[in-house]
């Protein structure tokens, strides 16, 4: 009877895996998976809510990687703003070099966090952007007419405002007090599409997830819609923006272009052939606060201009800083990248795909610390190591024969039905917390497998580490949307690729070769003030006193100077300051930054692809606007320290 049970569960373990590997086989023939962050305005430095949807783009475009899709990443930075006018003209700088060094910004946050775009395409660049926008504002021509209008106008969010949506008078957003504007514009017939829309969003062809905000953009779009503007006049504008086509007097709306981003960067107006490929987009990911014109204006112009809608919009909460909203005046403004050098970009990506994905989720850097070192630390990254360490050491670094029991079988079905029946529905509807909870449950319960076994008791029985190590391989491939570095280094140390096929098998056989790996170790919470300051114990030390005295360090100290080689890839003027340079080095697995007072010593085209040796680990400082993250080796009259021959950017330097 016993054999029976056994044999019949074995039997749906293979049937399941057999159905999951038709359904992935599909998925790779007919799918291509095309993703979009929103794009960011560059006014202002990229924030930790910058980085949240970052990271969750990431995490879903990683997600259908795994299933084995062609996949297609855009981000990007809206450009064509009235504010960027008005920031450029307060720091004395054309818009162009303004945005110019704020997209850096927002380029390097997405790489420091291993977000991978294939597209970042910046809305000023004439090339890239207008003639895929002046093609929409034509196919769209049908729609446009021109009249005169009056209204409340936020410059901060680039929209108009009735006065029954404004908070005591006040932008919603901004909690300041919109402008009077009165302009001839041109105006999209908005109001011919609500039954469209609406029709578009009930039946889920336009899927907004979760639930209550496709409940919010149907009762805005039953309510009734309004026709709105879709160009400004060129002169309050400066002439900064895409050119309305035939008409020299206006601009376009920043909105009306900033959306097209979606399309122009998968070549609209410029390569048709990549954007049949792409277009329409599988998922839009926004902040709430922007629902409306992704769920609204975006889909109606589309329709319009007889073009598909995008198939979904993921829309997520904002985050609050130990409970407070995020704001200058309160200055609890996260800054990322400082957050990513103190803790790392994988703990980072953790914590903030750990909080629920609709709603508002709270941070602090202690939260971050403390939650990473106990789940990835304790739970996943000890286990790893305990049982690669256990078969390096028993069994010489190769997987033992065993012979798996009923025991075994029943964590095995245990991994296959979570992973198909928990994780995968997680991930498919944006619940991205939740699934990342399953893959952790996964090592709770892997844990205490490990546990229970005591493979220390019986050395010599390899049947325990044969699972476990199998098992972990699994944990470690699901890991890959949420973490991919801690993945990829995993995998690497099992020997074997990210195969989800692969997942509920035993894949890694008797003889395979792996090796023992300490993924994460503990780190403190050290708040930024204190970081940077010298510690009780080493200001009391006597023998520090003495050294510092005669002006002699430590061997451990100069240890600490992270110095690497570095090709220069490019080379501009500092927008505020004449004898400054602001480069970008390439250290190989990451770009920094760099300002400094070579403009009169060295000319740029001297400079670029000269290789240099950087000071990587240097606090970051501001030059006059300017984030400098590193510093250039250089003699006292200014000559640069080079290498004599040619090295592999990234290289340490001793
Ligand atoms: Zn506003």
């Not at 932008?171 to 469209?196: A, G, I, M, T």
């Not at 919010?216 to 819609?225: A, I, M, N, P």
């Not at 939650?371 to 670094?397: C, D, Q």
Request: aromatic content about 10%.
């Amino acid at each position: 009877m016993r054999k029976k049970v056994i044999r019949l569960t074995a039997k749906k373990i293979k049937k399941r895996t057999r159905v999951a590997k038709k359904a992935a086989k599909q998925q790779k023939k007919s799918k291509n998976f095309y993703i979009t962050t929103a794009i960011p305005y560059v006014n202002a430095d990229p924030h930790i809510g910058h980085a949240l949807e970052f990271i969750q783009t990431d995490c879903i475009r990683r997600y259908y990687q795994l299933l084995g899709c062609k996949t297609f990443l855009t981000t990007g930075a809206d450009e064509n703003s009235l504010k960027n006018v008005q920031a450029a003209e307060a720091k004395g700088v054309t818009p162009q070099e303004l945005c110019a060094t704020n997209a850096e910004k927002f380029r390097r946050l997405a790489i420091s966090l291993g977000m991978e775009f294939d597209s970042f395409l910046r809305s000023s660049v004439p090339e890239a952007h207008f003639p895929g926008s002046q093609k929409l504002w034509k196919r769209c021509a049908k729609d446009i007419y021109k009249k005169k209008y009056k209204g409340l106008y936020c410059v901060g969010c680039e929209a108009f405002y009735t006065e029954s949506e404004l908070k005591e008078g006040r932008c919603p957003e901004h909690d300041r007090k919109p402008e009077e504007v009165e302009e001839e514009n041109y105006f999209f017939r908005l109001s011919k599409y609500q039954k469209q829309l609406e029709r578009l969003i009930r039946t889920n062809a336009l899927r907004i997830i979760p639930e209550t905000r496709k409940h919010e953009v149907l009762s805005f779009v039953r309510s009734g819609l309004e026709d709105f503007s879709v160009s400004r006049s060129t002169s309050r504008a400066k002439g900064w923006g895409v050119p309305v086509p035939g008409d020299a007097s206006q601009i376009m709306y920043v909105w009306f272009d900033a959306l097209n981003i979606y399309q122009t960067a998968v070549g609209f107006g410029t390569n048709e052939k990549l954007y049949n490929q792409w277009w329409p987009c599988d998922c839009h990911v926004i902040g709430k606060g922007i629902l409306r014109f992704h769920a609204v204006y975006w889909p109606a112009i589309l329709l319009s201009a007889g073009l598909q809608p995008p198939k979904s919009v993921f829309v997520h909460g904002y985050i609050t800083v130990e409970g407070k909203k995020m704001s200058k005046s309160l200055g609890n403004v996260v800054n990322p990248v400082e957050l990513i050098d103190r803790c790392g970009a994988e703990r980072l990506r953790y914590f903030l795909l750990h909080l629920p994905a609709f709603d508002d989720g709270d941070f602090s850097e202690r939260a971050l610390v403390e939650r990473t070192n106990h789940e990835l630390v304790e739970n996943f990254s000890n286990l790893f190591y305990r049982i690669t360490y256990f078969i390096e050491k028993n069994f010489g670094g190769t997987v033992p024969k065993g012979r798996p029991g009923k025991n075994e079988k029943a964590v095995q079905r245990r991994f296959t039905e979570t992973a198909a029946k928990k994780f995968t529905p997680a991930m498919e509807s944006f619940r991205l917390h939740e699934a990342l909870g399953h893959v952790m449950e996964l090592s709770t319960e892997l844990n205490k497998y490990f546990q229970n076994a005591k493979p220390w008791e019986h050395p010599r029985d390899g049947t325990p580490l044969y699972v476990s190590v199998n098992l972990l391989k699994d944990i470690c491939i699901l890991l890959y949307p949420f973490l991919p570095l801690t993945s990829e280094r995993a995998l690497k140390a099992l020997g074997c690729g990210r195969d989800i096929n692969a997942i509920g098998s035993l894949s890694l056989k008797p003889g395979h070769r792996i090796k023992s790996e300490k993924l994460f170790e503990k780190i403190e919470h050290k708040p930024a003030a204190m970081a940077a300051a010298p510690t009780e114990k080493a200001k009391s030390s006597g023998k520090e006193t003495i050294r510092m005295a005669r002006g002699l360090i430590p061997f451990e100290e100069f240890a600490k100077l992270d110095l690497r080689i570095g090709t220069i890839t490019d080379v501009k003027d500092h927008p505020n300051a004449d004898k400054l340079y602001v480069m970008q080095v390439d250290l190989g697995t990451e770009k920094k930054q760099i300002v400094n007072g070579m403009k009169g010593i060295y000319r740029k085209d001297e400079l670029q692809n000269r290789q240099v040796i950087v000071v990587c680990n240097m606090e970051p400082k501001d030059f006059r606007g300017v984030r400098s993250d590193a510093m250039l080796l250089a003699a006292d009259d200014g000559t640069l320290l080079v290498p004599v021959k040619p090295l592999i950017s990234g290289m340490k330097v001793r």
